[in-house]
Nanobody, 120 residues
């Protein structure tokens, strides 16, 4: 199983970026997908989560600015980030709890991270 994150980059404050994370491999089911971020010197923190039925949850600092969505047919999760602030600068990681075709239990998997830099 691989999670491939993309879409990061350098943007000015107030700008927008959309991150994507495509999951590939022999997957039977994905019940939880999320975006985390880690800024230098900080712990990794959850940004947004989405369940298979579409229920979402957001960290307080990004509420109203970020939108998480998923395409279940493509096993892909997105993060639309608007009104970006310098404090949003971090490496963003995708995370998924999924069941592989030959497994009995769900496990968590991480993507490789994509850098988002917001200049003031």
């Amino acid at each position: 199983v691989q999670l491939q994150a993309s879409g990061g980059g350098l943007v000015q404050a107030g700008g927008s970026l959309t991150l994507s994370c495509a999951t590939s491999g022999s997957i039977r089911s994905i019940d939880f997908m999320a975006w985390y971020r880690q800024a230098p010197g900080n712990q990794r923190e959850a940004v947004a989560t989405i369940l298979s039925g579409g229920t979402t949850n957001y960290a307080e600092p990004v509420k109203g600015r970020f939108t998480i969505s998923r395409d279940n047919a493509k096993n892909t999760v997105y993060l639309q980030m608007n009104s970006l602030k310098p404090e949003d600068t971090a490496v963003y990681y995708c995370n998924a709890r999924l069941l592989q075709s030959d497994d009995m239990y769900y496990n968590f998997y991480w993507g490789q991270g994509t850098q988002v830099t917001v200049s003031s």
